[in-house]
């Protein structure tokens, strides 16, 4: 499946519809999750030197 996925930001919803099925809100295409190890560290480094 490669169809672009689509978001409900209001209810959190993925589909495939142009507008939510729960809401009826227009959704807008869901961004794949992007794992950013880097930004990750960075943040609890950031973190424990705060601590
Ligand atoms: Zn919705």
């Not at 099925?21 to 295409?29: D, E, I, L, M, Q």
């Amino acid at each position: 499946m490669t169809g672009r996925i689509r978001h409900c930001p209001a209810d959190h919803i993925y589909t495939l519809s142009l507008t939510c099925p729960a809401c009826g809100r227009p959704t807008s295409v869901a961004h794949p999750v992007r794992f950013s190890p880097m930004d990750k560290y960075g943040r609890y480094r950031r973190l424990a030197k705060h601590d």
